[in-house]
C-alpha cells in the first residue's frame, strides 16, 4: 500500500491517464485482500453504527476546537478565505469523501497492520501517523498536521471505531483550515512534486 500510495503521489499520478481511478482500484483491492487475510468484518475496521454516538461525541468536541483556533488564527493573520454559503455543500461532501478515503488507509490499513506487528501500546499509534505524515512530503505545515491528526485518530479508532465520524472530521477540519490560514502556511495543501511548483498568493 505505501509503495503505491509514493509511486501514485511522486512519479505516475501527474502522468499517466485516469491515473486516480487505477490508483483507487488498487488501493481498494489491496485493502479487500487484507481484511480478507486478517478475517476482519466490516464492524472490525470501522463500519459499523454502534459506535457512532460515542465516537461523534467526542469528534465533534475535538472538531469546534480545532476550528476555534484555526478560524481565530486566521482572523489575527487576516487569512479568512472561507467559500461562499452555496458553494459549501459541494465542499463538505468533497472534503468528507476525500478525509473518508483517508482515514481507511490510516487506520483499517496502516494502523491495524501495525497493531499485528507491534501489538497494543503507543507503538502502532505512532507508526501508522508517521506513515500518514509521510504521504505529506515535502509540506512541512502538513507533515505536522496530519501526525498530530493521526494519533488523535489512531486514539479514537482503539476507543471507540467508526469510520464514518472519523471521515466527517476529517473534511471538516481540512476545510476550515485550508479556509482560514494563509497559502504561506499550508502551501494549498500540496503535497509531492505539486509543492515545488505552487506559489502563495500574496
Known amino acids: 500500500m ?30 479487500l485482500l487484507a481484511h480478507i487475510r ?12 454502534d459506535t457512532l454516538i460515542p465516537a461523534g461525541r467526542i469528534a465533534l468536541a475535538a472538531t469546534l476546537l480545532i476550528g476555534l483556533v484555526a478560524v481565530g488564527l486566521g482572523a489575527l493573520l487576516g487569512s479568512l478565505h472561507f467559500p461562499p454559503l452555496p458553494l459549501w455543500p459541494h465542499a463538505l461532501w468533497y472534503g468528507v469523501i476525500w478525509g473518508g478515503i483517508q482515514q481507511y488507509g490510516l487506520l483499517a490499513i496502516f494502523y491495524r497492520r501495525f497493531r499485528e506487528l507491534f501489538g497494543g501500546g503507543r507503538g502502532p499509534r505512532l507508526a501508522a501517523s508517521a506513515m500518514f505524515a509521510l504521504f505529506h512530503i515535502p509540506n512541512p505545515f502538513l507533515m505536522g498536521v496530519t501526525f498530530a491528526a493521526g494519533v488523535f485518530s489512531c486514539w479514537l479508532y482503539r476507543r471507540s471505531p467508526n469510520l464514518f465520524v472519523l471521515g466527517i472530521m476529517h473534511g471538516l477540519v481540512s ?20 509543492y515545488f511548483h505552487f506559489i502563495p498568493r500574496p
Open 2 to 31: 505505501a509503495t503505491l500510495l509514493f509511486s501514485y503521489i511522486w512519479w505516475w499520478g501527474d502522468g499517466v491517464s485516469e491515473a486516480f481511478p487505477i490508483c483507487f482500484a488498487l488501493y481498494a483491492g489491496i485493502g
Open 38 to 49: 486478517a478475517r476482519e468484518t466490516p464492524a472490525d475496521i470501522g463500519i459499523r453504527l
Open 175 to 194: 476545510l476550515t483550515i485550508n479556509s482560514s490560514l494563509p497559502e504561506w502556511v499550508t502551501m494549498g495543501m500540496r503535497v509531492g512534486p505539486g
